[in-house]
Each structure stands twice: as structure tokens, then as C-alpha cells.
């Protein structure tokens, strides 16, 4: 080997790596993109099954029954928006005429009436706190900033939101346009394999992100009559908030269950704390572990089984080791992926016969 061949060995090598870096930085770059892409995706995977309903038994053309999915789609957004957002400008008011001091008076109180309730005074876990330390770091006075802030990064929404539409419209009216952007990686021999996996992985995760609409509606159902039961206000927004946060596998329900509970607390504020709000905030509890038992007894099992058809003890480890990997995304993205990826072993070794096993319910 002399050193011409050594000399090209290493600038192909260079060549190669500068090729790969090229590539990352790029799709650093558009990454936003990308996440426009993905999201709309799983818009259009959402309104598939809408578009091929239009189709078949209304007879619609592709165009007309793709503008009326987006339509429904967004239909249901607008009404969650029309329904959380009167709320959320009602509580910015409601923040910005509040009295700070009486605020922090009535919060340094539901911590004393807490700690005394129960008998945390002098647990080690609380001897160096006391509640106006706690609450003295709470700067009140920056939630004017904070929604400041919140309508600027709605601006980056609006705009994050429209290119989300506009590519899911032309998702659903043109069903391959996503395939066969793929299919221009594929090899002419694999492209046949390729598009039955496609059509394999749509019809499965359409099912399964509308079971998810499903779940998140049962519980929303459940929580609004829970709360609406007891006369927390706001009960629709705080159902729809803790629903829509058991999306998030195992976390989501925990945070959601906090949320619930601290909201019910916090519109009590100056009520007796033994007969008042420990008892509301008891039964509102109670209600939130009812619709869990629901959601993990009937919804998810329904949902796994018929469309991922997984177990769901294979669900719970693949959930698992995505939460290890990637954390809380990794948990989002774990199922859709893993259903993907055994769609994908299933068509292109199928009679390979430890995937056959593996795979047998798809």
C-alpha cells in the first residue's frame, strides 16, 4: 500500500465524516421543521380514518373529503379554544387585581392548617422550611411578565399551528405524498415490501392515536363531573388539562392528579381547612382514582389490544425502556414506534421464525 492509496483512504474518510456532519447540522437546522412534519402526520393519521369514511360511504372526492376532515379537525380545536382561552384571559385578570398580600396571608395559612393537620411541624423533612420563606420566594409581583411571555410564545404558535394545517391538508388529500418521499431512499426491489409496511403502519396507528382521542374523552367526561359535582371552578379546563396530561405513560396521571388536587385546595382558599377543604379536596381524589382505575382497566387495554395489538405487559416494558432512552418523549413515542418497527420486521422477515412468533397478532 503506497502513499497515494493511504492519502485517499484518509480524504475519503474526511470526505465522509464532513458528509455526515453536513447532514446532522442540517437537520439541526430545520429540526423545526422536521417537528411540523411529524406532528402533522399524526394529524393526518387522526383524520384518515374521517377522509376514508367521506369516501366510501358519502362518496366524496379525495379534495372535498380531505378540506372536510381538516374542517372537523379543526372544528374540535376551535372549541377547545373557545374554551380555554375566555378562562385563562378571566385568570389573567383575576391575577392582576389580586391583592398579593392577602394572596400570600391565605397560602401561608393553607400551609400552617396542612402541616398541622398533618403532624408535620416537626418532621425533619420540614424543620428548616416555614411557610414564609417558602412562600417569600414566590415572586408574585413577575406574573404580569410570565404573561407576557405567554403571549409571545403564542405568536410562535400561531404560526408553528398553520404550517401544521397546511401540511396535513396535503397529507390527507394526497395519502402517499409522506410514502413516497421514503421511497426515494428504497430500492426498486424493496419498494413493494415497503409500501404494504406503509399501509400496514397507517391503518394501525390511525387506531391507535384515535383510541387515544377516545381515552382522553372518557376521562375528560369522568373528571368534568367530578369537579363540576363538587363546585370546583374552572371544572372544565382543570378536566380537560389533567385528561389531556395522561397522554404522558405513568408520569402524565401522577402530575395530573397533583394538579387536580392543588387546584381544588387553591379555590378554597379562606375556607375551614378540616371542614371544608379537606373534605372537597377527598372526594375530588376520590373521583380522579376512579376515572384511573377506568382509564387503566378498560381504556388501555381496549386501546393496546385493538389497534397495536400488544400485550399489555410488552406495552408496559417498551414504555419503560423509551423513558430510560429518551425520557418523557421517549415515553410519548415509544408505542407508535415500536408498533412501526414490528410492522416492519413482519413484512420484510416474515419467515424468519422468531418474528413470526413475535408478530403473530398483526
Same mark, same amino acid.
Not at 366524496?60 to 374542517?71: E, H, K, P, R, T
Not at 401522577?254 to 379562606?270: E, Y
Given at each position: 500500500?503506497?502513499?497515494?492509496?493511504?492519502?485517499?483512504?484518509?480524504?475519503?474518510?474526511?470526505?465522509?465524516?464532513?458528509?455526515?456532519?453536513?447532514?446532522?447540522?442540517?437537520?439541526?437546522?430545520?429540526?423545526?421543521?422536521?417537528?411540523?412534519?411529524?406532528?402533522?402526520?399524526?394529524?393526518?393519521?387522526?383524520?384518515?380514518?374521517?377522509?376514508?369514511?367521506?369516501?366510501?360511504?358519502?362518496?366524496?372526492?379525495?379534495?372535498?373529503?380531505?378540506?372536510?376532515?381538516?374542517?372537523?379537525?379543526?372544528?374540535?380545536?376551535?372549541?377547545?379554544?373557545?374554551?380555554?382561552?375566555?378562562?385563562?384571559?378571566?385568570?389573567?385578570?383575576?391575577?392582576?387585581?389580586?391583592?398579593?398580600?392577602?394572596?400570600?396571608?391565605?397560602?401561608?395559612?393553607?400551609?400552617?392548617?396542612?402541616?398541622?393537620?398533618?403532624?408535620?411541624?416537626?418532621?425533619?423533612?420540614?424543620?428548616?422550611?416555614?411557610?414564609?420563606?417558602?412562600?417569600?420566594?414566590?415572586?408574585?409581583?413577575?406574573?404580569?411578565?410570565? *404573561?407576557?411571555? #405567554?403571549?409571545?410564545? !403564542?405568536?410562535?404558535?400561531?404560526? $408553528? +399551528?398553520?404550517?401544521? %394545517?397546511? /401540511?396535513? @391538508?396535503?397529507?390527507?388529500?394526497?395519502?402517499?405524498?409522506?410514502?413516497?418521499?421514503?421511497?426515494?431512499?428504497?430500492?426498486?426491489?424493496?419498494?413493494?415490501?415497503?409500501?404494504?409496511? *406503509?399501509?400496514? #403502519?397507517?391503518?394501525? !396507528?390511525?387506531?391507535?392515536?384515535? $383510541? +387515544?382521542?377516545?381515552? %382522553?374523552? /372518557?376521562? @375528560?367526561?369522568?373528571?368534568?363531573?367530578?369537579?363540576?359535582?363538587?363546585?370546583?371552578?374552572?371544572?372544565?379546563?382543570?378536566?380537560?388539562?389533567?385528561?389531556?396530561?395522561?397522554?404522558?405513560?405513568?408520569?402524565?396521571?401522577?402530575?395530573?392528579?397533583?394538579?387536580?388536587?392543588? +387546584?381544588?385546595?387553591?379555590?378554597?382558599?379562606?375556607?375551614?381547612?378540616?371542614?371544608?377543604?379537606?373534605?372537597?379536596?377527598?372526594?375530588?381524589?376520590?373521583?380522579?382514582?376512579?376515572?384511573?382505575?377506568?382509564?387503566?382497566?378498560?381504556?388501555?387495554?381496549?386501546?393496546?389490544?385493538?389497534?397495536?395489538?400488544?400485550?399489555?405487559?410488552?406495552?408496559?416494558?417498551?414504555?419503560?425502556?423509551?423513558?430510560?432512552?429518551?425520557?418523557?418523549?421517549?415515553?410519548?413515542?415509544?408505542?407508535?414506534?415500536?408498533?412501526?418497527?414490528?410492522?416492519?420486521?413482519?413484512?420484510?422477515?416474515?419467515?424468519?421464525?422468531?418474528?413470526?412468533?413475535?408478530?403473530?397478532?398483526?
Amino acid at each position: 500500500m503506497n502513499a497515494k492509496t493511504i492519502s485517499q483512504g484518509i480524504l475519503r474518510a474526511l470526505a465522509i465524516l464532513a458528509g455526515v456532519f453536513g447532514v446532522l447540522f442540517f437537520l439541526k437546522t430545520i429540526s423545526t421543521v422536521l417537528v411540523y412534519i411529524l406532528i402533522a402526520a399524526v394529524v393526518s393519521l387522526i383524520g384518515r380514518p374521517i377522509v376514508l369514511f367521506l369516501r366510501k360511504r358519502l362518496k366524496f372526492n379525495q379534495s372535498l373529503a380531505a378540506v372536510s376532515a381538516m374542517a372537523l379537525l379543526m372544528t374540535v380545536l376551535g372549541v377547545i379554544i373557545a374554551l380555554v382561552i375566555p378562562l385563562l384571559a378571566q385568570q389573567g385578570e383575576n391575577l392582576s387585581l389580586l391583592d398579593l398580600k392577602a394572596l400570600r396571608a391565605s397560602g401561608e395559612n393553607l400551609y400552617q392548617e396542612l402541616t398541622s393537620y398533618f403532624g408535620l411541624e416537626n418532621n425533619f423533612l420540614f424543620q428548616n422550611f416555614n411557610e414564609g420563606e417558602i412562600l417569600s420566594s414566590l415572586s408574585l409581583e413577575q406574573v404580569p411578565a410570565f *404573561f407576557n411571555t #405567554i403571549f409571545g410564545v !403564542l405568536g410562535n404558535f400561531s404560526a $408553528g +399551528l398553520f404550517s401544521v %394545517i397546511f /401540511i396535513s @391538508f396535503f397529507f390527507l388529500k394526497d395519502s402517499v405524498l409522506f410514502e413516497n418521499g421514503i421511497l426515494m431512499f428504497i430500492p426498486s426491489k424493496e419498494q413493494s415490501k415497503t409500501k404494504e409496511a *406503509f399501509l400496514k #403502519i397507517k391503518d394501525l !396507528l390511525s387506531r391507535y392515536f384515535l $383510541g +387515544l382521542l377516545f381515552q %382522553i374523552l /372518557i376521562l @375528560f367526561v369522568i373528571y368534568s363531573l367530578v369537579l363540576v359535582i363538587f363546585s370546583v371552578p374552572n371544572a372544565m379546563v382543570i378536566a380537560f388539562l389533567c385528561a389531556l396530561l395522561n397522554l404522558i405513560p405513568y408520569v402524565g396521571p401522577i402530575v395530573g392528579g397533583l394538579l387536580m388536587m392543588f +387546584l381544588t385546595m387553591s379555590s378554597q382558599l379562606g375556607a375551614s381547612f378540616n371542614e371544608v377543604i379537606l373534605p372537597k379536596t377527598s372526594y375530588v381524589m376520590i373521583g380522579f382514582i376512579l376515572g384511573q382505575l377506568v382509564d387503566n382497566f378498560l381504556s388501555q387495554p381496549l386501546i393496546f389490544s385493538k389497534s397495536v395489538k400488544s400485550h399489555p405487559l410488552e406495552i408496559f416494558l417498551i414504555i419503560l425502556s423509551g423513558g430510560l432512552l429518551m425520557g418523557v418523549t421517549g415515553m410519548v413515542v415509544a408505542i407508535p414506534l415500536y408498533t412501526a418497527i414490528k410492522v416492519v420486521l413482519k413484512v420484510f422477515f416474515a419467515e424468519n421464525s422468531q418474528v413470526k412468533s413475535w408478530t403473530k397478532n398483526l
